[in-house]
Nanobody, 123 residues
Framework: QVQLVESGGGLVQAGGSLRLSCAAS????????MGWYRQAPGKQRELVAV???????NYADSVKGRFTISRDNAKNTVYLRMNSLQLEDTAAYHC?????????????????WGQGTQVTVSS
């Protein structure tokens, strides 16, 4: 099985910065695309940023130029650097990974989610 554990969330003033981390552990064979999603109260979960195993990235329009996604394949970790944070960025941020992993004697492939880390931006 594979687990994703996020860290780095917290309370920050508007205009400030945070860096989120998401570490994958378990019987990992390979991690393909990894990404960050967020969900604000009363809203649907939305894609924030995604990065492929080769390093190609894609961002939601609302965070382009402010957020940067990166990954360390040796550490099975993905990061999200968030600058110029705005009140609208307040949400629970969840890490996601497309993983190939061992389950007993089998190789499986699936989408894994982390529990989430809260980011709150205050005025």
């Amino acid at each position: 099985q594979v687990q994703l554990v996020e860290s780095g969330g917290g309370l920050v003033q508007a205009g400030g910065s945070l860096r989120l981390s998401c570490a994958a552990s378990g019987s990992i064979f390979r991690l393909n695309a990894m990404g960050w999603y967020r969900q604000a109260p009363g809203k649907q979960r939305e894609l924030v940023a995604v990065i492929t195993s080769g390093g190609s990235t894609n961002y939601a329009d609302s965070v382009k130029g402010r957020f940067t996604i990166s990954r360390d394949n040796a550490k099975n970790t993905v990061y999200l650097r968030m600058n110029s944070l705005q009140l609208e960025d307040t949400a629970a941020y969840h890490c996601n990974a497309e993983a190939e992993y061992y389950s007993g004697s089998y190789m499986r492939r699936g989408e894994i989610w982390g529990q989430g880390t809260q980011v709150t931006v205050s005025s």
